[in-house]
Nanobody, 124 residues
Framework: QVQLVESGGGLVQAGGSLRLSCAASGPTFSNYVLAWFRQAPGKEREFVTS????????SYADSVKGRFTIPRDNAKNTVYLQMNSLKPEDTAIYYC?????????????????WGQGTQVTVSS
């Protein structure tokens, strides 16, 4: 059983930075993909970024490419979402997700495990 716990959300001004954490527990994650999704008010949940734990391959949504990264700490089984140059449209609840996969899926239904979410609000 995989458990994911997010932390680090909050309020930040436009242009600022914020780092979210996702602590993962359960089996070894060598064949897992860890990802971040987000859901803005009135919108569907959307893919943000993913990381193949074993190979280190990453994938990003066009809307965050060049601004967000997904670093990790192997020793802590933790992935982060480093968000720079934040915009008001980045305001959303951010979710960590995991799935057993060798690729980098981008669709919500392809992920089996989810964290509780953490709110990020970017003021203009």
């Amino acid at each position: 059983q995989v458990q994911l716990v997010e932390s680090g959300g909050g309020l930040v001004q436009a242009g600022g930075s914020l780092r979210l954490s996702c602590a993962a527990s359960g089996p070894t994650f060598s064949n897992y993909v860890l990802a971040w999704f987000r859901q803005a008010p009135g919108k569907e949940r959307e893919f943000v970024t993913s990381l193949n734990w074993s190979g280190g391959r990453t994938s990003y949504a066009d809307s965050v490419k060049g601004r967000f990264t997904i670093p990790r700490d192997n020793a802590k089984n933790t992935v982060y979402l480093q968000m720079n140059s934040l915009k008001p449209e980045d305001t959303a609840i951010y979710y960590c997700a995991a799935t057993y996969s060798r690729t980098g899926p981008r669709l919500e239904y392809e992920y089996d495990y989810w964290g509780q979410g953490t709110q990020v609000t970017v003021s203009s």
